[in-house]
């Protein structure tokens, strides 16, 4: 009774995007049901690799990283896994044909996290194609359902989602990430002398990543279109705050949106959409 547990393995992966992502969680509640199931395991797979590297202190995460990375290969070519999450992952990527060099480029991202560093112009790049774009593409490829054509004519819109999404996260997570975890992705910045014009510079770039974002999203497919836009609003919403939070602030305090202003932003939202103004 395989079935048993690759459902078993489907219901792990939507929880533990329930438990560690309330805005991911509901983005993809929007989506139809039909994406649930394919997102929920890129995610799950996505966040256990990224625990490994963020959060096994006192562990070894190179090894633990490694054995993740192998069992992740062996579960793809074996097509099950015992570890629930890499079933339900392996299921998605040889259900709908994903890159496997999409899924190396992910993990070599989680490799580049093992150690402390300030990054460089080229490692910052590498950094966000492997931890963000490749991301956004594993999901276009559920969203055109294998439709290659389509795949590459949105494939540029979808990554620079992807990018502008992450970079939120880091200047985010700017605090956690430079005291906690002794890391520093934005190239050619001192943190000790970060002010309003080299976070405003960010900001700038982040933008235009938004914008050709945007344009991407309205050109899904229905059935994807409103899921993805609901994660493009929640994550404008919260850029729009880092930008009007000073750059000391955000040094000091991790930026939020509070759960009742994300159901509210959310509700507004459908609305928006169900009168075709996006």
Request: glycine fraction near 4%; charged fraction near 25%; proline fraction near 2%.
């Amino acid at each position: 009774m395989k079935d048993i547990f690759d459902t078993l393995s489907h219901e792990m992966s939507e929880l533990t995007t329930k438990r560690y992502s309330t805005s991911f969680s509901l983005g993809i509640s929007f989506l139809d049901k039909s994406l649930h199931k394919p997102i929920y395991a890129i995610y799950g797979f996505v966040r256990f690799a990224d625990e490994i590297v963020d959060s096994f202190h006192g562990f070894n995460k190179t090894e633990l990283l490694a054995d993740f990375k192998k069992q992740t290969y062996q579960a793809i070519e074996d097509g099950i896994s015992l570890n629930p999450i890499l079933n339900s992952f392996q299921w998605v990527v040889n259900k709908f044909n994903i890159d496997h060099e999409l899924i190396e480029t992910f993990l070599q991202s989680m490799e580049m996290d093992l150690d402390k560093q300030t990054y460089d112009a080229s490692k910052y790049e590498l950094y966000i194609l492997g931890s963000a774009e490749v991301v956004g593409l594993m999901c276009l490829r559920i969203f055109v359902d294998g439709n290659q054509q389509e795949y590459e004519r949105l494939k540029p819109a979808a990554m620079k989602l992807g990018a502008a999404f992450q970079k939120i996260n880091f200047l985010r997570d700017l605090k956690a990430d430079y005291k906690e975890l002794g890391r520093t992705y934005f190239p050619g910045i001192d943190l000790n002398d970060f002010d309003f014009d080299t976070k405003n510079d960010i900001e700038a770039d982040i933008e235009k990543d938004f914008q050709l974002g945007y344009e991407g999203i309205k050109q899904l497919p229905k059935n994807a279109r409103f899921g993805v836009y609901m994660a493009y609003i929640y994550y404008y919403k919260l850029f729009k705050k880092i930008k009007a939070t000073s750059a000391q602030k955000i040094l000091h305090e991790r930026i939020r949106i509070p759960n009742n202003k994300k159901y509210r932003l959310f509700l507004t939202s459908y609305i928006r959409h169900n009168l075709n103004l996006i």
